[in-house]
C-alpha cells in the first residue's frame, strides 16, 4: 500500500467510525456543532486571513491568473459570508429520522421507511476554500462523515477553516473524525479516495471540467456530479415575444459562467418574432453564432461550426438555431444537450406538457430562466451540487440528496408461514 | 471494438432509442403490452416447452446438477405461473409520472420533483428462465428499456419465452427494442454491458455470488444488488420467549437457501431461556455452532470457529454468540453483518427504538422473522431484487427502485436578479 492509499484508508476508517457515532447524536447537537463552529470561524478571522495571504503569496509567485487569485482570496466580509452560511445550515431542518412512507400488511406487520444518512461522502474541490466549511456543514447537518480534500493552492486556508469547524464539532461533543481534511498535495491521494470502495460512500467533486471528468473517469466509488451544462431555451411559435426576450437574455447574460446559463437557443421557425429576440442579446453584448437561417436575422451574427452545438462556452457567447416544432427541438436537446436544465417558453399549455414529458433533463423549465438552476432559488436552503447523473438524485442536491433510507419493519412476534 | 462490445453497443443505442419512444407512452399501453405478452407465454405453451427440452437436454449432457437442472425446468404448471407473474405486474400502479413533492417559491415558481423511468437497465442472470418474463415486466412497467443476459444452460428456453414477450410488446405498439435477449453465450457479452455507461443506466445481477461478485469488481456501469444475507437476529434480555423461539425456527428454517434467512443468532446473556431456544432449532434438524457459552446449553453444538461468524451457510447451520448488551449485539453486527436484514426481539420498545436507530441494515425488524425480507411480503407487489448498497435504492426494489425523479419548474415569465 503507498502512503496515500495508507493515509485514505486510516482516514475512511476513522471516517466509518464516527459515522457509526453520529447514528445516535441528536438533531439539535448536529445544529449546535454547526452554530459552534461558526463561531470559531469568526474568532479565527486573523489566523484564517493570515494563512490566505500566504496561499495567495505562492499563488502571486506561481503566477495563477487574477480570476483564480480573487477565488482563493478571504477577507474579513468573505469570512463573514462563509461563517453566516454554516449558520444557515444549522437552521435547516434535519431530513434524517423522517418517514418517508408507512404501509399496514394484513398480517399486522408494519413497514417504514425512514431518512438515514448516507455515509462517508468524499469532496473533492478547487480553489474557493469556502467548499471547505460549506461542505462539511451540509455533510454534518445530514449525519454524514466527510473527508475533504481541497486544491494545493489553498491548502492553508482550508487548514485554518478546517481548524475552526473541528473546534465546533467537538466542542458540541462530536466525534472530531466526523469532518478530516487530507492535509497532503501528493495527487495520489485523490487517486486512492476515488478507490476507496467500502470505505467511502460517495465522492461530490467540486470545481471544472478536467476535475470532475478525471473523478468519473477513474472513481470506482459512485460520483454525483454534472460534467457540463448545456442548457437549452426552445421559444415555441406560440411564446409571448415579451417572456421570450426576458427570458433568453436573462438565461445568458444574467451570469455567464455558471452550469445553469443558457448555451444554445432554439428558436421555432414560425415563432414571429425573432428578430428582436436576436438582437436584443447582441445588443447586451453576447456572441451570437447561427445556423444558416439565423445568419439572415443580423449582420453582426455569425455562422456556427458543428462543435458550437456541443459547447458550454460559460461565456458571452450562444448558439442559435431555426427549429420545426417541438420535436425537432427535442430531437435537437437530445443530440446535444447534457441532461442539466432545459427550457420551453410557450403559451400553448399542452406543448408545455409534452416538452415536460418529453425533455430527458434533470431540470425542465416552462416560462422561466435556467439561471434559477440553482439549490438556494429551488428553496433546498443550500446545495452541495447539481447532478446530471440519473441515480439516487438529480438536479440541485441538498441535505435530502446526502441521506438513503433503510427500511423498518414493526412486528408482534410474526413468522412467515 | 470487439464483436461482443459492437453487439452491446448496437444493443444499447437501440435501447436508448427505445426508452426515448416509450417516454410517451400511457399508463395503460404498458399495461396492455404486458396482458398481451403473458396471453402470448401461454399460446407459446409447446414452443417454450420445446425449447426447455433442448436446453435440458444440453443441460444433463453436461452433467449438470438435480437442483440445478430443477431451476431450468419448465413444464405446464411452471409456464403458467411465469405468465400470471406477468399478468400481475400488469396491473401495479404505474410509478411514472407520479408527484413527489411540489412547492411554490415567493416568486411565483413552482418546482416539481416527478417519477421519470431510470432509463435502460442491463439483468445478468443464470438458470432460472423465468427472471427472462419477470425482469423484463418490472422494467416495462415502469417505462424502461431492457437489456436481458440469461444464462448459456438456458438459452434455448430464454429465446423462447423472450419471443413470447417482445410479440406482446409489439402487439400493443411499442417498441420491440424496449426488451432485448443477449443471444450470444460469448461471456465477453457480459463484460461489455458492465462497462456500458452512457448506454446502460444500471446492472441488475440476478444469481449466485460468484456472478454477483464478479459484476460488482468490473463494474462502471452502477451496480443495484446484494452480495450477502448474513443476517442476524438478536434475542435482547426482555424478549418474549415464546416470540423469541417462533422466530428464530422460522428465521432460520423456513427455507434455509434465501437470502432472508437468519445465519447468526445473538441471545443477551441475561435472556433467561436459551436452553430451549437452542433446543427447539436443533429439534428443527438445525446444526448449531455456538461460543463457548453456547457450547454449555447442549451437548449437540459444535463450537464455532472464526470464519463462521462471516458465513453465509444457506443451509441448515446456525452460529449462535451470547452477547452482553444490545451494543455488543450491534458491535457484533456492524463487524460481521452484510447490511442486509437484522432483527431484534424484545418486549423492551426502548431498546428496540435504539436497535432500529443504530443497526446500519436496508431491513431493521422489531419482533418479526428475518424470512419476511422480500418485496411481496412488504406489498410491492413483485420484487427485481434486494440492494444492500447504500445509493438510490436499498433492501427490496420493485417499480418505485426503477424510477428515478426529474425537476420541473413552472413559470410565468420569471428572471432571476
Known amino acids: 500500500m503507498t502512503d496515500s492509499a495508507k493515509l485514505i484508508n486510516d482516514m475512511g476508517r476513522n471516517a466509518r467510525s464516527a459515522f457509526s457515532r453520529l447514528t445516535g447524536v441528536s438533531d439539535s447537537q448536529k445544529s449546535a456543532a454547526l452554530t459552534a463552529a461558526a463561531r470559531h470561524l469568526r474568532a479565527s478571522q486573523d489566523t484564517i486571513i493570515a494563512a490566505n495571504q500566504r496561499d495567495m503569496d505562492s499563488a502571486r509567485e506561481r503566477g495563477l491568473s487574477d480570476s483564480m487569485l480573487d477565488r482563493l482570496m478571504i477577507d474579513a466580509d468573505r469570512l463573514e459570508s462563509i461563517a453566516s452560511a454554516v449558520d444557515d445550515v444549522a437552521v435547516l431542518p434535519d431530513p434524517v429520522g423522517q418517514l418517508i412512507d408507512r404501509t399496514e400488511r394484513p398480517n399486522g406487520l408494519v413497514m417504514e421507511r425512514i431518512r438515514v444518512p448516507l455515509g462517508v461522502i468524499g469532496i473533492i474541490y478547487e480553489s474557493r476554500p469556502n467548499v471547505t466549511a460549506d461542505a462539511a456543514a451540509l455533510a454534518l447537518r445530514s449525519g454524514n462523515a466527510v473527508i475533504l480534500r481541497g486544491g494545493s493552492e489553498a491548502i492553508q486556508s482550508n487548514g485554518a477553516i478546517y481548524d475552526a469547524m473541528v473546534a465546533g464539532v467537538v466542542e458540541a461533543g462530536l466525534p472530531a473524525d466526523a469532518i478530516q481534511l487530507v492535509q497532503t498535495t501528493d495527487r495520489a491521494a485523490v487517486g486512492a479516495m476515488l478507490k476507496a470502495s467500502g470505505l467511502i460512500d460517495i465522492i461530490i467533486p467540486r470545481g471544472g471540467k478536467s476535475l470532475v471528468k478525471r473523478v468519473q473517469d477513474e472513481a470506482r466509488v459512485p460520483v454525483l456530479a454534472h460534467l457540463d451544462g448545456i442548457c437549452h431555451t426552445y421559444i415555441a411559435k406560440d411564446a409571448d415575444p415579451e417572456k421570450a426576450l426576458a427570458i433568453a437574455v436573462n438565461a445568458k447574460m444574467r451570469r455567464t459562467g455558471i452550469c445553469g446559463a443558457m448555451e444554445t437557443l432554439l428558436i421555432d421557425?414560425?415563432?414571429?418574432?425573432?428578430?428582436?429576440?436576436?438582437?436584443?442579446?447582441?445588443?447586451?453584448?453576447?456572441?451570437?453564432?447561427?445556423?444558416?437561417?439565423?445568419?439572415?436575422?443580423?449582420?453582426?451574427?455569425?455562422?456556427?461550426?458543428?462543435?458550437?452545438?456541443?459547447?458550454?462556452?460559460?461565456?458571452?457567447?450562444?448558439?442559435?438555431?431555426?427549429?420545426?416544432?417541438?420535436?425537432?427541438?427535442?430531437?435537437?436537446?437530445?443530440?446535444?444537450?447534457?441532461?442539466?436544465?432545459?427550457?420551453?417558453?410557450?403559451?400553448?399549455?399542452?406543448?408545455?406538457?409534452?416538452?415536460?414529458?418529453?425533455?430527458?433533463?434533470?431540470?425542465?423549465?416552462?416560462?422561466?430562466?435556467?439561471?434559477?438552476?440553482?439549490?438556494?432559488?429551488?428553496?433546498?436552503?443550500?446545495?452541495?451540487?447539481i447532478s446530471t447523473g440519473r441515480l439516487h438524485a438529480r438536479g440541485p442536491v441538498a441535505l435530502e440528496g446526502l441521506t438513503t433510507y433503510k427500511w423498518v419493519v414493526r412486528g408482534t412476534g410474526q413468522t412467515r408461514p
Open 269 to 385: 421557425q414560425d415563432y414571429p418574432a425573432p428578430g428582436p429576440l436576436v438582437r436584443a442579446l447582441l445588443e447586451a453584448g453576447c456572441e451570437v453564432r447561427g445556423d444558416d437561417s439565423v445568419l439572415e436575422l443580423d449582420e453582426r451574427i455569425v455562422s456556427a461550426e458543428a462543435a458550437d452545438w456541443d459547447t458550454e462556452y460559460l461565456a458571452p457567447i450562444l448558439s442559435v438555431k431555426m427549429v420545426n416544432g417541438a420535436d425537432e427541438a427535442l430531437a435537437h436537446i437530445a443530440s446535444h444537450g447534457s441532461h442539466h436544465t432545459d427550457v420551453i417558453v410557450t403559451e400553448d399549455s399542452e406543448m408545455a406538457e409534452r416538452f415536460i414529458l418529453r425533455a430527458d433533463s434533470a431540470i425542465v423549465m416552462h416560462n422561466a430562466s435556467s439561471q434559477f438552476a440553482d439549490g438556494g432559488q429551488f428553496g433546498l436552503g443550500a446545495e452541495i451540487g
